[in-house]
């Protein structure tokens, strides 16, 4: 195979993104010995990553309805706090009941974290006002779950840290404008540097599309086309920290059923639909009262709380195009698509899907992947590497 | 008739124009020029996405910083009319008919308006601790098993009280307001950091003592650390166990 | 258009690395730091106000030592000087003196009080209350010097 033939001493892997998974991937190939150079438009985390909640997932919230989710976000879970200690609020959270119909969820609730191995201590009403006293008084009982509160772009930056200090090439401000492709081989990609000014390309024996919502169209400059939907949700940032721990809402998924505090803010979120163009979202005014009706019914205290800020971020959602709108369905696993064997175009491969909880548990499938193709043997490092601190990334 | 609903989203959809010069500057540029773009923007305009709509519309070319939109990344500092802000948080509708917007005072440019942070990271001690005591209490118990509630450092890093400071606009040895703060907050907080070290390291005529009360970091920070009266606090704690013979303990 | 440097393809590595310029705040081509407190809030123009009345009470100091060494010149050296002394616009730079005494006094006490960590957070209190003592005993003093002259 060309790509493989025309290789110097050590393969050298281009990654296109710089969202939680392509630093989490720079991270797992660097530690297993591969050169990494890894390109991204803006800022590390500018894209879906440094946008969401914060949530670190104990699973429990897919528990129900989509087992394989809620199973990764357990183990990534537990993984995460050991290699990145000093990096959540660990203050667990709560799924709240607070109708009737909420109430028939709990059985399925405990069974379901039971069956994926997601510790619950059930909770009366009045042990929980006694946790979080800003609750809805009228709760009627609650599941304490290990969520935690992730800063979502110093975290995913300690990947990125110990990436660079491990010799990965980090480029932010550098835009891929087109790959290099001929003959159905993917041997590089033309870059635009946005430092400069000036265009340049990188040659690489695979190139990986770590771009998330934008995976689409990244894929097209190969000729190839991968089914994601770009899916995003409104979050509504409040002044105030009206809990301390994740408060959740027993039930099925559904709009503002979740509340994260965040320093001294708290985050209510979210919803849900589909768009075709990942940089054009925009805030629907509907879905930001839609934040405020269901988040208050968690906690009273958010109707009045003082308004920070409202925002979209736009989910990875794997699925066919022609599914239906909300997007809610489609299913949360992440997938690496290998193109050789999905498009016959070799030395490119799409990692796409996943939830920031899950980052690492992604790149260590997609690491595998591109190992397998580049006939290496490398056993993967990252569970138990322990992170550089976030502010590494910016030292020299 | 129009709802009350319709007449709000009239409101916010009613669009203006709005005169923006932008900062530009390329590496290999001879010096920085100001571009100037006529935005539309409505009531709920920020000025991040007022810069968005110049990179998606005008000029692709347009680098700019930014990560989580909701004031907790501190990524997106610039200075709008010479006033430090957010982009994310920060209404056009505050700013004025004609606003300049220009990267962040004090930190080296690295393009446009994105300012390179490794010289605002150095200047910090290395003890750097994320998580603290939560104290937002709310008069609750902690649950079974957790020693404390615990949240991040108010701090969100983001360099807008460095740009303020008048001091660091005449020297650079001076470490900075952020730094000191966050020095005070380990002397509050130990969490098994070196306290004396930490103490040692501000006590320096480029550290607490070069500060001149001028409180304009406290204006500035988007975060409520008020680093001016941390600064104020540590200097107390420096002098403190000269004037009561107690001495402090690591 | 290609650039490929550095062998591993990254454009523009060298110039990327280099330190970009540094913006300070202030009006102007050339920065003006402290001296420009346009654009910022009270605490900035106090401390300005301060560094200039501190220079102004320095200057004033060995202006007030050379005017007395007048005193060794013999009488109407003295008296010459007494003459000036008492013109309206002596009398108006005494105002202005008087100014810059109470300014950098009270404000003085001010930073003194809050730089020492006693009270970080009532520094805008502080200021006005400053203003108020001062603004009364600069009018009280005006009214007295001028209408002496």
């Known amino acids: 195979m060309n790509a493989h033939a025309s290789r110097t001493s050590r393969p050298h892997v281009l990654i296109v993104g710089g969202g939680g998974t392509g630093g989490a991937l720079a991270h797992d190939l660097t530690l297993r010995g591969i050169k990494v150079t890894l390109v991204e438009r803006g800022e590390v985390t500018s894209g879906t990553t440094g946008r969401h909640h914060g949530l ?43 109708t009737d119909e909420d109430m028939e969820y709990l059985e399925p609730l405990l069974k379901g974290c039971a069956d994926c191995g997601i510790p619950t201590q059930t909770l009366t009403s009045d042990e929980a006002l006694r946790l979080e006293p800003l609750l809805n008084p009228e709760l009627k009982a609650a599941v304490r779950i290990p969520d935690a509160t992730m800063d979502a772009m110093r975290m995913p930056l300690r990947f990125f840290a110990t990436a660079k200090h491990g010799g990965a090439g980090i480029h932010s401000y550098m835009e891929v404008e087109g790959l290099l492709v001929h003959d159905h081989l993917v041997s590089g990609a033309v870059v635009l540097d946005h430092v400069t000014g000036k265009e340049g390309e990188i040659r690489a024996d695979i190139v990986v599309n770590a771009t998330g919502p934008w995976a689409e169209l990244i894929a097209a400059m190969a000729g190839v086309d991968v089914p994601i939907r770009p899916s995003p949700g409104v979050l509504l940032a409040l002044r105030g920290r009206l809990s301390n721990m994740v408060i959740n809402r027993m039930h099925k998924s559904g709009d503002g059923d979740i509340v994260v505090p965040q320093r001294a803010l708290s985050i209510v979120g979210t919803s849900s639909w589909t768009v075709d163009d990942p940089d054009d979202l925009g805030v629907p005014e509907d879905h930001v009262r839609r934040m405020y009706e269901e988040g208050s019914k968690l906690i009273p205290a958010v109707k009045t709380a003082e308004f920070r800020a409202a925002w979209s971020a736009a989910r990875p959602l794997i699925g066919s195009t022609d599914q239906v709108d909300s997007g809610r369905e489609l299913s949360r ?24 909880t899950t980052l690492r548990g992604m790149a260590e499938l997609c690491a595998n992947v591109i190992c397998a193709k580049l006939g290496i043997e490398a056993e993967c490092q990252t569970r138990d590497t322990v992170l550089l601190p976030h502010e590494a990334y910016y030292a020299a | 008739m129009e709802t009350i609903e319709e007449t709000a989203t009239a409101a916010t959809e009613a669009t203006e124009t709005r005169r923006f010069r932008v900062f530009r500057f390329k590496r290999g540029d001879r010096g920085p020029h ?145 730094a000191l703060a966050w020095a005070q907050r380990i002397l509050e907080e130990p969490r098994d950091e070196d306290v004396l070290g930490v103490r040692d390291w501000a006590d320096d005529p480029d550290g607490a003592w070069r500060c001149h009360a001028a409180f304009e970091c406290t204006e500035a920070c988007p975060s409520n650390v008020n680093p001016a009266a941390r600064i104020m606090q540590l200097r107390g704690t420096l002098v403190g166990p000269s004037l009561t013979g107690r001495e402090m303990r690591g | 258009m290609s650039d490929t440097t550095r062998g591993d393809g990254v454009p523009g590595s060298s110039e990327r690395a280099a330190r970009g310029p540094v913006l300070r705040k202030g009006v102007g081509p050339s920065p003006t730091g402290w001296f420009d407190p346009r654009g910022r809030a009270i605490g900035s123009w106090a401390f300005a106000v301060n560094r200039i009345t501190g220079l102004g009470l320095v200057f004033y100091l060995y202006l007030h030592l050379g005017v007395l060494s007048l005193l060794l010149a013999g009488e109407s050296a003295w008296n010459d000087f007494l003459e000036i002394a008492t013109s309206t616009v002596f009398l108006g730079l005494d105002v202005l003196l008087l100014f810059g005494i109470l300014f950098h006094g009270l404000n003085g006490v001010r930073v003194a009080l809050v730089g020492t960590g006693v009270v970080p957070n009532r520094q805008m209190a502080l200021f006005w209350a400053g203003t108020v003592i001062g603004t009364i005993v600069l009018v009280y003093g005006a009214v007295h010097i001028i209408g002496s002259g």
Not at chain 2, 82 to 89: A, H, I, K, S, T
Request: negative net charge.
């Open chain 1, 56 to 98: 670190l997932h104990s699973g429990a919230r897919y528990a129900v309805g989509d087992r394989e989710s809620a199973i990764e976000c357990i183990e990534e879970n537990t993984i995460l706090r050991r290699i990145c200690p000093g990096s959540f609020e660990e203050n667990d959270g709560l799924f709240v009941a607070i």
């Open chain 2, 34 to 178: 100001l571009d100037e773009f006529d935005v539309p923007v409505t009531a709920r305009t920020t000025l991040f996405d007022a810069m968005r709509w110049i990179q998606f519309n005008r000029d692709p070319s347009l680098a700019l910083r930014h990560s989580c939109l909701h004031a907790s990344c501190g990524t997106c500092g610039v200075r709008a009319n010479g006033r430090e802000v957010l982009m994310c948080v920060t209404a056009v509708h505050d700013l004025g008919r004609e606003i300049t917007v220009e990267p962040v005072a004090n930190i080296p440019v690295l393009t446009d308006l994105v300012v390179d942070m490794t010289e605002f990271y150095a200047r910090f001690h290395e003890a750097h601790p994320l998580v603290r005591e939560s104290g937002f209490d709310l008069g609750a118990e902690v649950p079974e098993g957790l020693a404390t509630y615990q949240r991040y450092e108010d701090c969100i890093e983001c360099g807008l009280c460095l740009s303020a400071c008048p001091v660091v606009a005449t020297t650079d040895r001076y470490v900075g307001p952020m």
């Open chain 1, 333 to 356: 696993t992440f997938k690496t698509y290998d193109h050789k064997e999905t498009d016959g175009v070799e030395g490119f491969v799409t990692i796409t899907g996943g939830k920031g």
